[in-house]
């Protein structure tokens, strides 16, 4: 089975690689709008010759409308269509003559029956004001950096990721088409303040205090690997559970818990990963655990 990935960020770009990510959605544009005129100028033409009774043979020949037909027809002319062509990567002019060509295949199709559905009209234009920039990469170095907050395209280069959010739904994805699961901790869960070999909760832990030493068992531990050892918990109590979310034990809350969402346990191979940052008004973080099993 073949199985696609797909995952969604948003970026935070400095304005100079905002600037080439525009750029590179400009240059899809022009390829697209630039081949579309090619087609339609030949469709005409052919149209045109046949009013006059010229011969199937002697018309224009026609120009293909699969992808790699359009890229022949662009390369040619594209040193003077987009004198700038070699500033942008190849993959912003594939990414409008691909969408040229599955507009002109659905077009077709809508036409002579073959895709039901809604009518499908004829190719139009992408406008400057009124599309949507954009380009879609699909070989080179793409990847996302071990850090999870950075991700790398071609010529783009290093752009970094947006928020927590973005990259809380990232491992959602990921971990749920690896199999796994994705357990998100409420943000009260005290897995910083819970003593992760008797469970007491203290009320009080600064920030400070990097070990964890439990008044109630005695326990002494790195407070990172004490809060870590909680998370797991949580998830293995999620684990035996079932399925459904799990209230972390001894949590003191302050808002209903909402918090928690266990995602589809699905068969296959899994990773394990491991985050928690970004504590949203200084108080307290959320824990995302993403867990094999
Ligand atoms: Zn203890």
């Not at 010759?49 to 293909?64: H, K, S, W």
């Not at 895709?115 to 170095?141: D, H, I, M, N, W």
């Not at 005695?218 to 079932?242: K, P, S």
Request: glycine fraction near 8%; hydrophobic fraction near 35%; charged fraction near 25%.
């Amino acid at each position: 089975m073949k199985a696609i990935q797909a995952y969604r960020y948003a970026l935070d770009l400095t304005p100079a690689q905002e600037r080439a990510a525009l750029a590179h959605a400009g240059a899809a544009r022009v390829a697209h709008n630039w081949a579309l005129a090619r087609v339609a100028a030949v469709m005409n033409q052919r149209a045109a010759e046949r009013t006059y009774g010229v011969a199937d043979a002697d018309l224009t020949p026609a120009i293909g409308w699969s992808l790699p037909a359009l890229r022949k027809a662009w390369n040619a002319p594209k040193d003077e269509a987009a004198p700038w062509w070699r500033e942008c990567s190849k993959e912003a002019f594939n990414t409008g003559l691909d969408a040229l060509a599955r507009a002109l295949k659905n077009w077709s199709d809508s036409r002579t029956g073959k895709r039901a559905g809604r009518p499908v009209g004829f190719p139009r234009f992408k406008s400057r004001r009124r599309s949507v920039p954009s380009v879609r990469f699909t070989t080179g170095p793409i990847r996302v950096e071990p850090d999870r907050k950075h991700v790398v395209l071609p010529r783009l280069g290093r752009l970094k990721l947006h928020g927590f959010g973005e990259l809380r739904r990232q491992l959602a994805y990921k971990t749920q088409w690896n199999g796994g699961r994705l357990i998100v901790a409420d943000r009260w869960y005290p897995s910083s303040k819970t003593c992760s070999g008797c469970g007491a909760v203290k009320t009080k832990l600064a920030l400070s205090e990097r070990t964890y030493t439990c008044t109630t068992c005695g326990m002494v531990l790195d407070r990172d690997l004490n809060a870590a050892r909680n998370l797991a918990a949580l998830a293995t109590g999620v684990d035996t559970a079932g399925s459904g979310p799990v209230t972390g034990r001894g949590a003191d809350r302050k808002t209903r818990p909402g918090g928690q969402v266990a995602t589809k346990r699905q068969p296959g191979t899994a990773i394990a990963d491991q985050t928690g940052t970004v504590p949203p008004q200084g108080r307290t973080t959320d824990h995302v655990l993403a867990r094999a099993h």
